[in-house]
Structure formats: C-alpha cells, structure tokens
C-alpha cells in the first residue's frame, strides 16, 4: 500500500481529515488475504479519507499500489466472494424492472442529451451490463466496451456485446466515438487528470463524455463501515470537484447533478463535452 501525503490531483500538502475507517472491516481485503491473493495486515494500518484544502478532492491514504490492485480487480466478482459468478451477476442486473434498474435510468437522463443515432465507448465496462442496457434503450446506437479485467471480453461476448480487453491508452483506437461513458470508474484511479486528458483524444467536436461516480456526500450519510469506502476505491468526488477538474482539462459542462440512485446511494454524474 502507498502513504499519500500530498493530494494526488494538485499536490498540495494542506488537508483536513473528513473521514477515519481505521476501525472498519475491509472485506475486499479480508478476502483476498484468507486466499492467499494478498498479505496486507490492514487491521493495524490507520485508513483515512482526506480533503485537500488546495483543490477539494477527498483521497484515500494508504491506497493499493498498481499490483495490489490487479490482484483485487482480478478476483473481487468471484463466486466466493459475492456468492454469485459472473453470468448470475449479469442475469440478476439485467432482468431489473427499467424502472428499478439504474442503468435504464442513466438512459433516461441521456436521452435528453443525445442524438437518435451514434457509437457509444463505456471505458471500464466490467461485464457489460450498462452497454446492454443502453443497446435495448438506443437501438440505432453501435455500442463497444473496453475492460482491463481478464475474463469479461469472452463473457459479454457471449451475450452479444462487444468488449475489447485491456486498459484505453493513446492507441487503442484510431477513431472518435460520440458518447463515451465512465461509469462508477474514475473513482478507482488516483487522479482523474490523466483519464480525463487522454479521453479527448477518442471525443468529437460534438461528443459527449458522462461521468458517474460516487458523491462526497456519502461520507455524511453512509456509516463509515459502508463498502464505499473500502480499499477499492482511490478518491471521493463532490459535484464542484469533478466540474472543475473537467473544465480545467479543457471541458465544457453540458449537465450536471449530485443525486440518489434507486440504490440509495450518492452520486455525481457529468455530462461534459469539448471546449
Ligand atoms: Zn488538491
């Protein structure tokens, strides 16, 4: 795990601690240490949540180094862990009534914004369950997804939907796409700029580009034992954060809301697209 001292999105030093779960169960991490996967004795490492007073950008420290990462993306959909296995996942997501399922609503919030017809990139699409959502939504829409995790391409392939694995770098593709959706995503890196820079390069002059992410707001209205924050995830966004990071990268904010989904939980969603 890696000490963060400095805000890794504007690296001030100047913070202020909004959150300790230093007492709090990691069942991420449980697991993978009663596997074997991982050997980290978390129980007596202090686990904090800070907000940079430079920025405003809530981060996690320590947080997983890259290796111990892949281990946890790796086997953290595994039967034993979630007592289901990917396809049970996928069937239960995607038999949701439309309007109990938060993916047919993030549909109905982008129906407002985009065109009958387009190409559609989810980055990090896990086992496609918001593309699938999307297709049966937007019929006229082509529809890919690309995941890091091994495994995820030949199942959603199998239901139809086409996934390319492996991380989006500079050279994935050699075209634009005129949606590209982050979904529950960026949360998992240790700063946003980055990603956020190299998306431009697969976005049009019209394109559109929908963040959604867990809300700082959380932290005031989940208990701190809640799974958010556990060790999967980075960095915590409030709506003004995510908004001025986006415009600092060279966005332009098209819409924007902090709310609660049908799971009751926080979250931001952005919808930005090119200066
Ligand atoms: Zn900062």
């Known amino acids: 795990m890696i000490n963060k001292k400095y805000c890794p999105n504007c690296e001030s030093g100047k913070r202020k601690l909004i959150l300790d779960v230093s007492g709090e169960k990691d069942t991420y991490l449980d697991y993978l240490n009663s596997k074997g996967y991982l050997d980290i004795d978390y129980k007596n490492i202090v686990r904090q949540y800070w907000q940079c007073e430079g920025c405003g950008l809530v981060y996690r420290s320590p947080v997983l180094d890259k290796n111990e990462k892949e281990i946890l993306y790796e086997y953290f959909r595994d039967v034993e862990f979630r007592g289901e296995n990917r396809q049970e ?49 937007f019929q006229k829409w082509e529809v890919l997804g690309i995941e890091p995790t091994e495994g995820f391409a030949e199942f959603a392939e199998k239901e139809g939907i086409k996934v390319d694995y492996g991380y989006l770098t500079e050279n994935t593709y050699d075209k634009t796409f005129n949606l590209i959706s982050l979904i529950h995503v960026l949360e ?28 700082v707001k959380d932290i005031d209205y989940l208990p701190s034992s809640h799974d958010r924050f556990m060790s999967q995830h980075d960095v915590i966004f409030s709506e003004s954060f995510l908004q001025n990071c986006l415009r600092e990268s060279g966005y332009e904010i098209a819409a924007s809301e902090d709310f609660i989904s049908a799971r009751k939980r926080n979250n931001v969603r952005i919808l930005a697209k090119l200066l």
């Open 89 to 137: 996942y996928f069937n239960r997501i995607t038999s949701y009534p439309r309007q109990e399922s938060e993916n047919y609503e993030k549909c109905r919030f982008l129906e407002k914004y985009i065109p009958e017809t387009g190409t559609l990139l989810d980055v990090g699409c896990g086992a496609g369950v918001f593309i699938y959502a999307f297709k049966n939504y």
């Open 188 to 215: 998992h890196v240790d700063s946003p700029k980055p990603m956020l820079s190299l998306l431009k390069k697969y976005l049009g002059s019209k394109s559109l580009l929908y963040i959604e992410s867990p809300s």
